[in-house]
């Protein structure tokens, strides 16, 4: 076994090759037949065009659907950037009875199966009689993504010295001004970070969708769901393929706002 330059084998350059082919072959093929012009999608392509991405565009239960879908992305952020930033500076700056007991009620959704997780609020609140609403599917979508911002919060205040904010304080700043003039804008990255990461775990969502989400409501993962059980048409794909520009664009968005504000600072 030869090893390269930099220490690594050619066998296991190409297995890691192979497992990224494997893991986003899929989604490649997806977008490249999004834009086929042919009537069903499929190889070898006939013309590439965007004339599927217009019969999508038309498709009021798609656009129902997409609508749904930002609408709770974004409330699932917002709401979870709030709570999660509370939550990691109360359990990173603070000592208090309970502690222990609520990062492990915080933590928890991300060791229990997202399945389990579905049924069984599905099954409580049917035991206290309660129907499925977008309420429902929006406390469920917040309930998933507050642990992951929670963390990336968290881990980032743990590289801020407490020093700026005892010098904060020391030069008579009150707590929400420590926290408004200090704390926030080091916080920033973690905190856009977590907001994203909390719109895309949302936006994608399927499995717990399909049980929380109301009769008669689809989010745009539920909808392709619901169209692949019927036929595979070809807007299927270019509708795979705006859920793909979207929850890779926002964060290479952020990544590059954050690279242009670092460079303007410097």
């Known amino acids: 076994m030869t090893a390269g330059e930099n220490g690594v084998s050619w066998p296991l350059k190409l297995f890691t090759a192979l497992v990224y082919l494997f893991l986003f072959g899929p989604v490649l093929v997806v977008i490249i037949l999004s834009f086929n012009s042919a009537d069903y999608g499929s190889f070898p392509i006939k013309g590439f065009g965007l004339y599927w991405f217009g019969e999508l565009f ?24 709030v709570v999660g930033v509370l939550a990691a500076i109360a359990l990173a700056r603070y000592d208090f009875p309970g502690k222990r007991l609520i990062n492990t009620f915080l933590l928890t959704p991300l060791l229990v199966p997202e399945t389990v997780l579905a049924v069984g609020l599905l099954l409580f609140l049917q035991w206290f009689k309660q129907p499925r609403s977008l309420g429902l599917l ?32 020391t030069l008579g700043a009150n707590r929400f001004q420590v926290f408004r003039e200090v704390t926030l804008p080091l916080l920033m990255p973690a905190v856009v970070a977590g907001l994203l990461l909390a719109f895309t775990l949302s936006f994608d969502n399927v499995t717990a969708s399909i049980f929380w989400r109301p009769v008669g409501t689809e989010t745009l993962p539920t909808q392709i769901y619901s169209m692949l059980r019927d036929s595979v048409s070809p807007e299927i794909n270019a509708l795979g393929t705006v859920m793909v520009a979207i929850t890779v664009g926002l964060p290479l968005l952020g990544i590059a706002f954050y690279r242009i504000r670092a460079q303007r600072r410097l």
Do not use: F
Request: proline share 2%; aromatic share 4%.
């Open 58 to 81: 038309q498709n009021q239960t798609v656009m129902r659907a997409l609508k749904t879908s930002l609408i709770l992305g974004i409330l699932t952020a917002v709401i979870c950037g």
């Open 138 to 169: 929006l406390m469920g979508h917040i309930m998933l993504a507050l642990p992951y911002v929670v963390l990336v919060v968290h881990a980032r205040l743990a590289t801020i010295q407490k020093s700026y904010e005892e010098a904060a304080a």
